[in-house]
């Protein structure tokens, strides 16, 4: 008797929570087909970066769902998850870092849809050999995405240098040229002092670009990520204010190259590769670029150019 009863306890209790189970399944399926109606308004999907989902491998957790902070990008339908607003993603990668299987990667929009963005190579180079881009102007918003891009991009134009100056001696030229000194800039600065580069950076405006002028207090970092020269951030999460103290304490350490109020208006590409500078009208100094190393970020008139060429960038 007393088995029958424990038997009927535990299939009420196992009926309680399957049924609370399907309840909300259901909530969640009609959000997620509510977000889908919602997307079908726009035509456009992503234009950048973006999660791409591999259903042999996607369990249906719905992890990726719950950690975005941009909403509904991706939704549960079908017992797997789908991109139902693809515009609203601007790349924070959390989706494909939660995935428990890993059936989550991160690819480039199709070049239709990043029509107006400049074409680069997995590298970040334009058509024009060792002419960079990163950042924003990439078609890959957020800090993180700046941060990793420039330091990536300095390493390979320290791995290219050595071949590049083979045979020639130029003591004017530089390694490499960084437009903007934002959290791109200032991380390709820093990789190009650990990799002992000859560079300058400059910028138009102030050390740390539109991170400076960023309301007070306001969240700038939400997952781990690592600066050259002070390595992986402690903290998951980081506020203006953090991320200013932390570059201010590094400048302290090293001989940061950077020159403020410095426009580029253009920059040409000579016979022997070598880049020079363009300053602004009204402005006589030229600087010879590195030993044909340049990278553009902020979006100054070389950038404004670059925007506007999907397939090749002139230089």
């Known amino acids: ?41 726009r035509s456009d999907g992503p234009q950048s970066q973006h999660p791409h989902i591999d259903t042999q491998y996607c369990i249906g957790c719905a992890t990726c769902t719950t950690v975005c902070p941009e909403g509904d990008v991706l939704a549960m339908l079908g017992g797997q998850a789908v991109i139902v607003n693809g515009y609203k993603c601007i790349g924070h990668s959390l989706c494909a870092e939660a995935c428990p299987v890993g059936a989550i990667t991160m690819v480039m929009a199709s070049p239709s849809m990043g029509a107006n963005l400049p074409q680069l190579s997995s590298e970040f180079e334009t058509s024009v050999p060792n002419l960079f881009i990163v950042g924003e102007l990439g078609g890959l918003a957020l800090i993180k995405n700046a941060i990793n891009q420039g330091r990536d991009c300095a390493d390979t134009i320290a791995a290219r240098i050595p071949g590049l100056r083979k045979g020639k001696s130029s003591a004017d030229v530089l390694d490499a040229l960084i437009v903007g ?77 950077f020159r403020k109020g410095e426009k580029v208006d253009d920059i040409k ?40 060429c999907r397939r090749s960038c002139t230089a």
């Open 1 to 41: 008797m007393n088995n029958l009863v424990g038997l009927v306890i535990a299939v009420i209790v196992t009926l309680f929570f399957v049924r609370r189970y399907l309840k909300e399944q259901k909530l969640r399926e009609a959000r997620a087909h509510e977000a889908a109606k919602k997307g079908t308004l």
């Open 181 to 257: 000194a934002g959290p791109g800039g200032i991380s390709a600065s820093l990789r190009a002092i650990e990799r002992k580069l000859k560079y300058l950076t400059v910028d138009e405006g102030e050390f740390g670009g539109t991170v400076a002028k960023y309301p007070r207090q306001k969240l700038v970092l939400t997952s781990p990520v690592e600066l050259p020269i002070y390595g992986k951030f402690k903290k998951t999460e980081l506020s203006k204010e953090d991320l200013l103290a932390i570059w201010s304490e590094i400048l302290g350490k090293v001989d940061f190259k």
């Open 269 to 308: 590409k000579g016979e022997d590769g070598v880049f020079t500078v363009i300053p602004p009208k009204g402005n006589t100094g030229r600087t010879r670029l590195s030993s044909r190393s340049a990278r553009v970020e902020s979006p100054v008139s070389l950038a404004s150019r670059a925007r506007n």
